[in-house]
């Protein structure tokens, strides 16, 4: 399935720059997840510098938020050099920092005045603790405070060809590609004539395919829009055994990590086609709209 860049780049985003995995690990990401916040990690590369990969992620992502990890020893980059060039060359970026623990009270302080109010980032300084679990607590504060999640309550996962359903409607079996999925909702494109619901409508027993996890849910139709002149997209939500909205507690904890690995590793063959493009252009600007990735 080939989607465009631009299919990506919708809702914010933010992007934690080297973290320190000891203290944060990326099963935090998960969990954010399942919060509406999309989040990834930026690592330090040896063959693609920060700096590439960060000016990448402006190019395609308009709505971000940038958390630089200060105790990160990235070799020929000092942070507050970094940092304020950054805010020069991006004026409406949005930026917080991220360090451990001071002992020094002194050094927190004169942390938080040189970016809070020297540099003026949007975004604050968060102080981590040892303690891992304390840290997913306050790194979740930090990004409701941000509004991290945007406008969206949930977040959807562009699927890839390992995505299927099947459901039978008046004795006859429809089965297809999902479009996308989300915790709550998902969407596949099916021909106007061969389309047996109308919205509103109810199925039950739709088993589900995703990538080698199987599940059953029942789900309404709540929405359809054309596309093109022969096809058109359905939305879906799902529905739990006790007619609530939502998917059952049964397949949650499953189905979440299986979609975040799935946004990740969407995000990482977003990443590595926009660097290659931009290395063959000599750096240039990305016209989005154009440029195509291969789930």
């Avoid at 997840?33 to 989040?39: D, S």
């Avoid at 942070?79 to 970026?93: A, G, M, N, R, T």
């Avoid at 047996?196 to 059953?216: S, T």
Wanted: proline share 2%; hydrophobic share 40%.
């Amino acid at each position: 399935m080939a989607v465009t860049i631009k299919d990506f780049a919708v809702g914010r985003k933010t992007f934690f720059i080297t973290p320190d995995l000891s203290l944060f690990p990326e099963t935090f990401l998960e969990d954010f997840f399942a919060l509406g916040f999309e989040c990834y990690f930026v690592e330090n590369l040896k063959m693609i510098s920060l700096k590439e990969q960060i000016d990448a992620i402006i190019s395609v992502f308009k709505d971000v938020i940038l958390f630089f990890n200060l105790d990160a020893n990235v070799v020929g980059i000092e942070w507050v050099k970094f940092i304020s060039e950054l805010q020069k060359q991006y004026p409406d970026i949005y930026i917080g920092v991220m360090f451990v623990k001071r002992l020094d009270t002194k050094e927190k302080s004169r942390l938080e005045k040189l970016f809070n109010y020297d540099l003026g980032i949007k975004c604050g300084t968060i102080q981590l603790e040892y303690q891992k679990k304390t840290n997913f607590w306050i790194i979740q504060k930090i990004l409701f405070a941000n509004q991290a999640q945007g406008r969206r309550k949930t977040i959807r996962a562009l699927c890839t060809k390992a995505y299927t359903f099947n459901f039978d409607c008046e004795n006859k079996p429809y089965d297809g590609f999902l479009q996308d999925i989300s915790l709550s909702h998902f969407s596949f494109i099916y021909p106007k004539e061969k389309m047996p619901i109308k919205v509103f409508e109810k199925i039950d027993d739709i088993r589900f395919h995703l990538k080698g996890l199987l599940m059953r849910s029942s789900a309404v139709l709540v929405m359809q829009r054309d596309i093109g002149e022969n096809d058109v997209l359905n939305v879906f939500a799902f529905v739990n055994e006790n007619g609530q909205s939502g998917l059952s507690e049964r397949y949650r904890n499953s189905v979440l990590p299986n979609l975040y690995d799935l946004m990740s590793s969407n995000y990482k063959s977003l990443m590595s086609k926009v660097l290659q493009t931009r290395k063959e252009d000599n750096n240039q600007a990305l016209d989005v709209d154009d440029l195509e990735i291969n789930l």
